[in-house]
């Protein structure tokens, strides 16, 4: 996870937008992805997408709660991931008119363990098997079933992580 946090503290914004280039570099000069923690910093992240140079690293954008304007800000410097998480059931949160703009292929499910429990849970430790209700409350709000917002958030991790959307076919073995 790499990004910029201001939202404490702005007086070292120049030097968080620095080592967010050099963390995008070593993505991908690794090849690897990367998870965007962006805290009241989004402007200074599409800066330093804006200069970096060469085609960007994929990568998500963790706890996504920003507006329409700015995924289509996203969109437009790359084919980015929008994780998603127990905010989108809460009752005055902006994150389900986000989703149709962002789109299922676009949405990872995400806990922010230990924080930002799903309603019912809301106030409580959040743990990776609240999943569930996030996923619920995304196929409430696009209109789909909770199996297609598996399927789609699955693929899109396959995607992300492994470079591939198809499930790998397990054989099993000795050691399961």
């Known amino acids: 996870e790499i990004g910029i946090d201001l939202y404490w503290d702005a007086s070292r914004r120049d030097e968080q937008m620095q080592a967010l280039d050099t963390q995008l570099h070593w993505c991908k000069e690794a090849g690897i992805p990367f998870i965007m923690h962006c805290r009241k910093g989004l402007d200074e992240c599409l800066a330093v997408f804006d200069n970096f140079g060469e085609p960007l690293p994929r990568g998500v954008f963790h706890s996504f709660t920003g507006t329409v304007a700015q995924v289509e800000a996203v969109r437009r410097r790359g084919d980015f991931y929008f994780g998603v998480n127990g905010i989108v059931t809460f009752k005055k949160s ?83």
């Open 94 to 176: 902006d994150v389900p008119a986000l989703l149709p703009v962002i789109g299922l292929e676009r949405i990872l499910l995400e806990t922010d363990s230990p924080y930002l429990a799903p309603v019912p849970k809301r106030g409580t430790r959040n743990e990776s098997c609240n999943i569930p209700l996030v996923a619920a409350c995304v196929a409430r709000h696009l209109g789909v079933s909770v199996d297609e917002v598996e399927r789609a958030t699955d693929a899109g991790v396959r995607d992300l992580f492994f470079n591939r959307r198809e499930v790998p076919h397990y054989a099993g073995g000795q050691d399961d």
